[in-house]
């Protein structure tokens, strides 16, 4: 029986992808490099993101990485109030989740006072009994933060799943010994996703139904 939901949080809760996008290729610009599609990003994002950087041309040596790290971060919070949105249907199945009993959590890269700040604008703080998130603007150690949290929480992986939306949700899931579902309306593609043994959902509704069943 599932009592413990793990969400991840950029891309799966928040819906963000296009502003991600539109930063890095803007970076990208301003660093004279070959221009990207969005289908590029898709299929190609992943963590650490300096592996994603390092793919579509940035120099990540030296200081290179922390440079470009600040710089988008920088530029992502500059513009996330007003270019950024819950994604279509979280809020309710939050809602019906947390009428339910489940559990819920969020399992991030995210940098921990950001995400803080992040659910209370946007207005769900009240329905989180907890938070694995990244103390570096990096977002290194997800992994690393989960099993930790887990374990201070003492939390029964074989009564919890996690939903997030790209390949490295997937292997973080399987670290954590996790039951993985995968959204397809974030940073990774559906094609990409589908790769996976996981299962995929176009929407929280599906999600629902598909939790129902298990």
Do not use: W
Not at 176 to 195: D, M, R
């Amino acid at each position: 029986m599932i009592k413990n939901i793990f969400f991840d949080f950029n891309g799966t809760i928040l819906d963000d992808t296009d502003l991600c996008f539109d930063i890095e290729d803007e970076m990208i610009k301003e660093e004279g490099l070959a221009p990207v599609t969005k289908d590029f990003y898709l299929n190609n994002f992943c963590f650490p993101v300096k592996n994603y950087y390092k793919l579509v041309g940035f120099d990540i040596s030296g200081e290179n990485y922390h440079r470009i790290s600040e710089k988008f971060f920088s530029k992502y919070l500059s513009r996330e109030k007003q270019e950024t949105c819950l994604h279509e249907g979280i809020e309710e199945l939050l809602k019906k989740l947390k009428k339910d009993g489940y559990n819920l959590y969020i399992l991030t890269a995210s940098e921990e006072s950001i995400l803080i700040n992040q659910l209370k604008q946007l207005g769900i703080l009240e329905y989180f009994d907890g938070f694995s998130a990244s103390n570096n603007i990096a977002a290194l150690g997800k992994i690393e933060y989960g099993k930790l949290f887990i374990k201070n929480h003492n939390i029964n992986v074989d009564e919890s799943i996690m939903i997030g939306d790209t390949l490295h949700d997937y292997e973080v899931a399987n670290e954590l010994e996790l039951k993985p579902i995968l959204f397809s309306k974030g940073h990774n593609s559906k094609a990409l996703l589908q790769t996976t043994n996981a299962k995929v959902i176009d929407s929280f509704d599906e999600f629902y139904d598909y939790l129902k069943n298990l």
